[in-house]
């Protein structure tokens, strides 16, 4: 760090300081890396696919296959490098498109009040009475089953978390006094919404998409368990727990590690969220 | 008074809502592609049987007239037909549902039992070792897929040290049946079958811890902040000088007050408790409602499914809004001004 002592350099000391927003922000870029180099880092690049080697299957993890080897005989930890593609990739875009419908929607609710906060709102809170998975299950049951259908079912109903925590905040400052001097001023009601209200739900917008990477994924995974997520042969880490799940307590790497490795990579999302949430000081972000 | 035109607001609310929920589920199952028809009877059947079906179903009618049958007929009570088993879907809803219903009460009391008292122990040593640890455990509660937690539950309670049942709601040789409540639990004790109570007991267990951990976190997390935000308060500080006895300010001026943000939350949380159901209930072969659906959805009969959705949000109203109910019983504010805090 250079000598000054900017805004920035402060939050980035705290946030140093801060034990688990240091080790959740390691594991995300640990799963990022993971991620984009899958093809280059992993040691069996061609067991993504229907691979079959039966003569290596149901090999417990050694430095050979550092999770042991699956019911055909493909490497685990190859294909959870590449179901953690799978992942992001279906958090990435349910939230690319919850995210700024929800912050939209939330900020016009906010501020302009009346009727569209009462259609907005009430709307939103039908949407909450659906629990997402369940969503996502009736969705692909008309659909079939696929990850795009899968991201189109979530993003169905994560906005509505973003639009109510975007719409608590405008609401607060709705009536203070930097947004009555834009209006006097006679800024425009885009120039309000976008320039003056926008930047004050930043770091919670921040604080919310880190946690909610973690939840995301945990939702993908669950629907993958169940079926009706990603469809093989593509390496999903809920897919693999649900294959391996048959071969429990005897092969328990077959599922309990591609298991963890969900668990890791929520957790560093979580607790990356966790630590951003006390440097940004905004307590109410869930 | 302000109390009941409070609750007469929002039961009048619930009921929008679930006209909302029973639009989306119908856009779900009918506007969007996919015939449910063909669906039904796989891709095998020709396309006489299939316009059979249709005509049966009602799905050659005008849409507005095809959603006022399935509402009028919701709000009556009536699901329709399992498109597989030609069984009416309330029949096969309410034989499973009671087991999932008992699951939920389960898991929400013990989410209280320990979550309350860890938040707390949290609020009482903050920032010590107690807090960090509670505050490790919320998070990974938060993080830990359920189906791994049911996966691990089930391998360590059931295969190694061999001390749990790991599938089912009662032992095979059990003849306790919930006929009364249907849970099974209340049941065998207004029965007396004291057997049958334990035998039930050590089945909902491990299906209760996995389904708990996401929810026992999130109310230690909000009991920690509200007990924290609480005790911070002036007229603690003024009760103190009064020379008010500590129990008292601590149970009824702190805690009391302080109770009310995690049962706000449980409103929320019950959306992710029944998602989460459908998977726990899966591993331990629950016979409840979510096992029902997951079988529908893989089937691909719509109207079970539909069905199933249908039960799942108003499950959901149902509990916010005795939620709002017991909010206003803690919080007198909530009662006298008629208004959520």
């Given at each position: 760090?250079?000598?000054?002592i900017?805004?920035?350099?402060?939050?980035w000391r705290?946030?140093r300081r801060?034990?688990?927003a240091v080790?959740?922000?390691?594991?995300?870029?640990?799963?990022l890396?993971?991620?984009?180099?899958?093809?280059?880092?992993?040691?069996y690049p061609s067991h993504?696919g229907?691979?079959?080697?039966f003569?290596a299957r149901h090999?417990p993890p050694s430095?050979?296959?550092l999770?042991g080897?699956d019911?055909?005989?493909r490497?685990?930890f190859s294909?959870?490098?590449?179901g953690?593609?799978?992942?992001?990739?279906?958090?990435g875009?349910?939230?690319g498109?919850a995210v700024?419908?929800?912050?939209a929607?939330g900020?016009i609710a906010?501020y302009?009040?009346?009727?569209?906060?009462?259609?907005?709102m009430r709307?939103n809170?039908?949407?909450l009475?659906?629990?997402?998975?369940?969503?996502a299950?009736a969705?692909t049951?008309?659909l079939t089953?696929s990850?795009l259908h899968?991201?189109l079912a979530i993003?169905?109903l994560?906005w509505?978390?973003?639009?109510?925590?975007?719409?608590?905040i405008?609401r607060?400052?709705?009536?203070q006094?930097f947004i009555?001097?834009?209006?006097t001023l006679?800024a425009?009601k885009?120039?309000i919404?976008f320039?003056?209200?926008l930047p004050?739900?930043?770091s919670?917008?921040l604080?919310k998409?880190s946690l909610?990477?973690g939840?995301?994924i945990?939702?993908?995974?669950?629907l993958?368990?169940?079926g009706?997520g990603?469809q093989?042969?593509?390496?999903d880490?809920g897919?693999?727990?649900?294959?391996?799940?048959?071969f429990?307590?005897?092969?328990?790497w077959e599922?309990?590690?591609p298991g963890a490795?969900?668990?890791?990579?929520?957790l560093g999302?979580?607790l990356?969220?966790d630590?951003?949430?006390?440097l940004f000081?905004?307590?109410?972000?869930r | 008074?302000e109390?009941v035109?409070f609750l007469?607001?929002r039961?009048l609310w619930?009921?929008?809502?679930l006209?909302?929920?029973?639009?989306?589920?119908?856009?779900?199952?009918?506007v969007?592609?996919?015939d449910?028809?063909?669906m039904?009877l796989g891709?095998?059947a020709?396309?006489?049987?299939?316009?059979q079906?249709?005509?049966?179903m009602?799905?050659?009618?005008?849409?507005?007239?095809?959603?006022e049958?399935?509402?009028v007929g919701?709000?009556?009570?009536?699901?329709?037909l399992?498109?597989?088993?030609q069984?009416?879907v309330n029949d096969d809803?309410?034989a499973t549902f009671?087991?999932?219903?008992e699951?939920?009460l389960?898991?929400i009391?013990?989410?209280?039992?320990?979550?309350?008292?860890l938040?707390?122990?949290?609020a009482?040593?903050?920032d010590?070792?107690i807090d960090n640890?509670?505050r490790?455990g919320?998070i990974f509660?938060?993080?830990?897929?359920?189906?791994?937690?049911?996966l691990?539950l089930?391998v360590l309670?059931?295969y190694?040290?061999?001390?749990l049942?790991t599938?089912?709601?009662?032992?095979p040789?059990?003849?306790?049946?919930?006929?009364?409540?249907?849970?099974?639990l209340v049941?065998?004790?207004?029965k007396?079958?004291f057997a049958?109570?334990?035998?039930a007991f050590k089945?909902?267990?491990?299906?209760?811890?996995?389904?708990s951990?996401?929810?026992?976190?999130?109310?230690?997390?909000?009991t920690r902040?509200?007990?924290?935000?609480?005790?911070?308060q002036?007229y603690?500080?003024?009760a103190r000088?009064?020379?008010?006895p500590s129990f008292?300010?601590?149970?009824k001026?702190?805690l009391?007050p302080?109770?009310v943000?995690?049962?706000?939350?449980l409103?929320?949380?019950f959306?992710?408790l029944i998602?989460?159901?459908f998977?726990v209930?899966?591993?331990f072969?629950?016979?409840?409602?979510?096992?029902?659906?997951?079988?529908a959805?893989?089937q691909?009969d719509l109207?079970?499914?539909m069905?199933?959705?249908?039960?799942s949000?108003?499950?959901?109203?149902?509990?916010n809004?005795l939620?709002?109910?017991a909010?206003?019983?803690?919080?007198?504010?909530?009662?006298?001004?008629g208004?959520r805090?």
């Amino acid at each position: 760090m250079s000598a000054a002592i900017t805004p920035g350099g402060r939050r980035w000391r705290r946030f140093r300081r801060n034990p688990t927003a240091v080790i959740g922000l390691a594991i995300v870029l640990v799963v990022l890396f993971a991620a984009a180099f899958a093809p280059w880092i992993s040691p069996y690049p061609s067991h993504v696919g229907a691979v079959v080697n039966f003569r290596a299957r149901h090999q417990p993890p050694s430095l050979h296959y550092l999770f042991g080897t699956d019911n055909v005989g493909r490497d685990i930890f190859s294909r959870v490098l590449f179901g953690y593609r799978i992942s992001l990739l279906l958090a990435g875009a349910v939230l690319g498109v919850a995210v700024p419908v929800g912050v939209a929607l939330g900020l016009i609710a906010g501020y302009f009040g009346g009727w569209v906060e009462t259609i907005i709102m009430r709307v939103n809170d039908i949407s909450l009475a659906i629990p997402p998975l369940v969503m996502a299950l009736a969705v692909t049951t008309v659909l079939t089953p696929s990850l795009l259908h899968s991201m189109l079912a979530i993003a169905a109903l994560w906005w509505t978390w973003h639009t109510r925590l975007i719409y608590s905040i405008t609401r607060t400052l709705r009536h203070q006094e930097f947004i009555e001097a834009a209006e006097t001023l006679g800024a425009s009601k885009l120039h309000i919404l976008f320039r003056e209200l926008l930047p004050n739900c930043a770091s919670a917008i921040l604080v919310k998409v880190s946690l909610d990477f973690g939840f995301v994924i945990l939702v993908g995974a669950a629907l993958s368990y169940l079926g009706l997520g990603v469809q093989p042969p593509t390496p999903d880490l809920g897919t693999m727990v649900a294959a391996g799940a048959d071969f429990l307590p005897e092969r328990w790497w077959e599922a309990l590690l591609p298991g963890a490795a969900i668990l890791f990579v929520a957790l560093g999302f979580n607790l990356l969220g966790d630590g951003l949430r006390d440097l940004f000081d905004v307590e109410s972000v869930r | 008074m302000e109390f009941v035109y409070f609750l007469i607001r929002r039961a009048l609310w619930s009921v929008v809502v679930l006209i909302g929920l029973s639009m989306t589920i119908f856009v779900i199952a009918r506007v969007l592609p996919g015939d449910p028809a063909r669906m039904a009877l796989g891709p095998r059947a020709s396309q006489q049987q299939v316009n059979q079906l249709k005509a049966k179903m009602g799905l050659n009618l005008p849409l507005v007239e095809q959603y006022e049958r399935f509402a009028v007929g919701a709000a009556h009570g009536d699901l329709g037909l399992s498109l597989l088993s030609q069984r009416p879907v309330n029949d096969d809803i309410a034989a499973t549902f009671a087991a999932t219903l008992e699951l939920v009460l389960v898991t929400i009391v013990f989410a209280f039992a320990v979550g309350v008292p860890l938040g707390v122990l949290a609020a009482a040593n903050k920032d010590s070792w107690i807090d960090n640890l509670v505050r490790l455990g919320t998070i990974f509660g938060a993080v830990t897929p359920s189906f791994l937690l049911a996966l691990m539950l089930q391998v360590l309670a059931g295969y190694v040290l061999h001390a749990l049942p790991t599938t089912g709601r009662t032992s095979p040789d059990s003849a306790a049946v919930a006929d009364i409540t249907g849970l099974l639990l209340v049941d065998t004790l207004m029965k007396g079958n004291f057997a049958g109570f334990v035998d039930a007991f050590k089945h909902i267990l491990l299906p209760m811890i996995a389904l708990s951990a996401a929810t026992t976190g999130q109310i230690a997390r909000i009991t920690r902040a509200s007990v924290i935000d609480v005790a911070r308060q002036d007229y603690i500080e003024a009760a103190r000088a009064f020379g008010i006895p500590s129990f008292v300010r601590v149970f009824k001026y702190t805690l009391r007050p302080a109770f009310v943000p995690p049962l706000t939350i449980l409103g929320l949380e019950f959306a992710s408790l029944i998602g989460n159901a459908f998977v726990v209930e899966l591993v331990f072969s629950w016979p409840g409602m979510a096992s029902y659906g997951v079988r529908a959805i893989l089937q691909k009969d719509l109207n079970a499914v539909m069905g199933v959705v249908m039960i799942s949000g108003l499950f959901f109203v149902i509990a916010n809004f005795l939620i709002d109910v017991a909010v206003g019983f803690v919080d007198p504010r909530v009662r006298i001004s008629g208004q959520r805090a």
